[in-house]
């Protein structure tokens, strides 16, 4: 019967040590001792529900690697199974391979996984594919950990050694048919790692031309190494006079249509063609907010372009959330995009 609040400091550069010793000084200062780890999660889960996709929980001490939630909540092994799924989206969380190994030393079996990917499946069709998909497992000797990050789904099926292969099969097998637009992988990797590889596959170079993710598209591919070989340029064109400036969107366009529609999205990918180094085109314009721009366009409305030696197709969506979901989303969908195009 306590309310829990919380408070924050940020800091840039802090050295480890002195970082330690001052987590180390403030926690003697809690006479109390270690927060209670099994009360604050089991209140935490309660509350949110899991319809989150993660939950952040800090333990004590922070510097010992893994936290020890494996111990916090040992006596109840079902819920400590539902808070690690909670985690999965955390930086510092738990991983499915620190579950693997508790499930191994507990039942004496062994645990494998494998990786599903997509992008933007509506929630209805995955629980219709995760529903049919587990009806394949009729022992129970498998369970599911899906995540959706910004739109970017991962989809994990855990299964023990006795789970027979043709099980496993038949159920990724009816993921696949189900969610067969959305998917982009079946194996645990990126979506700009996907995209790299096939660039690479197909020995061609792309650009980008960014207005309201703010580069946000190039950042994610130059996160992937051997970028280099397939990435070509960048440009963040975020004004009106950039977009005509550099890539020669029609000043007739931005004034009759607006920077956020269609025809500029497509200029601006025909922009950054040279017939030269340039193969594949990406550009995003939208309204990301909070508040919309000076015309009745609403916030989250945004337009992709993708195009494939000068095959420009443009891509129209209605993003919801905060500024950074729905930039957040679009760099997922301009990639995603890229790649089934490619493809």
Same mark, same amino acid.
């Given at each position: ?16 040590? +002195? +970082? ?76 499915? *391979? ?82 067969? *637009? ?5 194996? *645990? ?111 989250? +409305? ?42």
């Amino acid at each position: 019967n306590l309310k829990y609040e919380s408070t924050v400091v940020r800091a840039v550069g802090a050295p480890k040590k +002195l +970082l330690e010793e001052a987590l180390k000084k403030a926690s003697k200062l809690f006479s109390d001792g270690e927060p209670r780890t099994k009360e604050i999660a089991y209140r935490l889960l309660h509350t949110y529900g899991t319809e989150n996709n993660y939950i952040v929980v800090i333990f004590y001490p922070v510097f010992e690697g893994v936290y020890d939630i494996a111990g916090a909540v040992e006596s109840d092994f079902t819920y400590f199974v539902a808070i690690v799924m909670l985690f999965d989206n955390c930086e510092n969380r738990l991983k499915t *391979d620190d579950i693997k190994q508790i499930l191994d030393g507990k039942y004496n079996l062994k645990y494998e996984s494998t990786v599903v990917r997509a992008v933007g499946a509506p929630k209805k069709l995955l629980e219709e594919a995760l529903k049919r998909a587990s009806k394949l497992f009729s022992d129970g000797g498998a369970f599911f950990n899906v995540t959706n990050v910004y739109d970017d789904i991962r989809i994990e099926i855990v299964y023990d050694s006795a789970t027979p292969k043709i099980s496993l099969d038949e159920g990724v097998r009816e993921i696949v048919k189900i969610l067969s *637009d959305y998917i982009y992988a079946l194996e *645990d990797i990126t979506l700009a790692e996907q995209l790299i590889r096939l660039l690479k596959l197909r020995r061609m170079k792309i650009c980008t031309a960014e207005s309201f993710t703010g580069g946000g598209v190039g950042k994610k591919l130059v996160s992937v190494s051997g970028a280099s070989e397939v990435y070509c340029e960048g440009l963040n064109t975020y004004s009106n006079s950039s977009k005509t400036a550099r890539l020669g969107v029609s000043e007739l366009t931005l004034n009759q249509r607006g920077a956020v529609s269609a025809e500029t999205a497509y200029q601006m990918a025909e922009g950054l063609y040279d017939g030269k180094t340039c193969n594949v085109a990406v550009s995003t314009t939208g309204i990301a907010g909070p508040k919309s721009d000076n015309t009745s366009k609403p916030v989250g +409305l945004a337009f992709i372009g993708v195009g494939v030696d000068g095959d420009i197709s443009v891509y129209k969506f209605n993003f919801h959330g905060d500024r950074k979901t729905i930039t957040e989303t679009a760099i997922n969908h301009a990639l995603f995009l890229t790649y089934k195009k490619l493809k």
